[in-house]
């Protein structure tokens, strides 16, 4: 059975599933809130010190949302030394301002400033962090170790999703010289969606690490210092945001976007919901329900398109029948 959209009001079963449907949507919508919830620390607990929390937490709220917060100038200095009219709600426990964001009206105000913006599910990345201090073996740092609570700490700050390896016996032998054969022979059994090696060193005077972030085929590096783990950690992570940003956030202005029709097989409940909260963000229109089948029309460049797909699992089908000989970008197909 198929459903079109511009079609006449459908019955009262499929207003049923409509509305099942937007539920599960709605419940997943759930799952993100959290990007627009801020942690602060709170140097002192006074109006000044206040203000300084509330400026700091919509800074790590833009570069959350956007690769280049930069690119506003001026547009947002007025809310950077006052994000009152963005946030729902604040308040103090022990040393940490916690701000709550509205998401609506922060968005809008973004794109009103033409920024690239990420809103989408983060991938999960396999953290393999590496330390050796002064001179000795880098050591791998393992979930169940003290230690990780910087990392961890970090990873909800930048809201990334990172797991850490088990770094028994047999994860210890690795190093960021070994094959890329061997990696995905060890890691696999995490099921993560990127794989993130971090090699640092602390020389006495601060920690300095040299980081690999990979995602599939496309790869990134660089190289983050910081005075201790925990600065070292929340520096490093952003960076690796930024990149990540960069390959996924939509951008309003790009010289790329098309208008696509994007098919995609495999459909249930609860994978349209998923689904349509990714595309959400590509302001995606659905066009037709056949069967376990979803037609959508989209404007977006259609690499970035196919990142967030990939990043749900999604695998890109070739056109077959009399669609193969038409076969563009400005058509997908896509099934799970």
């Not at 880098?138 to 990392?151: I, R, V």
């Not at 690999?212 to 783990?229: N, P």
Request: aromatic share 6%.
């Amino acid at each position: 059975m198929s459903i079109f959209f511009n079609s006449p009001p459908v019955t009262h079963p499929m207003r049923l599933l409509l509305a099942l449907l937007l539920c599960l949507a709605s419940s997943l919508a759930q799952s993100m809130d959290d990007l627009y919830q801020v942690n602060e620390p709170l140097a002192a607990d006074n109006d000044s010190e206040q203000r300084i929390a509330l400026s700091a937490a919509f800074d790590t709220l833009l570069l959350r949302l956007t690769p280049n917060p930069r690119l506003a100038g001026e547009a947002l200095s007025a809310l950077r030394q006052n994000p009152q009219p963005l946030i729902v709600r604040y308040g103090k426990q022990e040393q940490t301002l916690s701000v709550e964001f509205d998401p609506t009206s922060t968005l809008r105000t973004l794109r009103e400033q033409g920024l690239p913006l990420w809103t989408g599910q983060r991938p999960l990345l396999l953290v393999w962090w590496m330390e050796s201090r002064y001179g000795e073996n880098a050591a791998l740092l393992g979930d169940a170790q003290p230690d990780s609570a910087a990392l961890l700490q970090a990873a909800q700050h930048r809201f990334l999703k990172i797991l850490l390896p088990l770094a028994d016996l047999s994860e210890q032998w690795l190093s960021p010289e070994t094959e890329p054969d061997a990696w995905l022979q060890a890691t696999e059994r995490y099921h993560s969606d990127g794989l993130l090696i971090v090699n640092a060193a602390d020389n006495g005077r601060q920690l300095e690490a040299r980081w690999q972030l990979q995602l599939d085929e496309w790869q990134a590096s660089g190289t983050s210092i910081g005075i201790d783990r925990e600065s070292l950690a929340d520096m490093l992570l952003l960076e690796a945001s930024q990149q990540l940003a960069a390959r996924f956030a939509i951008n309003p202005s790009s010289t790329d976007e098309q208008t696509i029709t994007l098919q995609v097989a495999g459909a249930n409940l609860e994978r349209y919901a998923a689904l349509s909260r990714t595309l959400a963000a590509f302001s995606a229109r659905l066009l037709q329900v056949d069967g376990d089948k979803l037609l959508w029309q989209i404007h977006s460049d259609p690499n970035t398109l196919r990142a967030h797909l990939k990043l749900m699992h999604l695998q890109e089908l070739p056109a077959s029948g009399e669609a193969a000989a038409e076969a563009t970008d400005n058509r997908l197909y896509f099934s799970w």
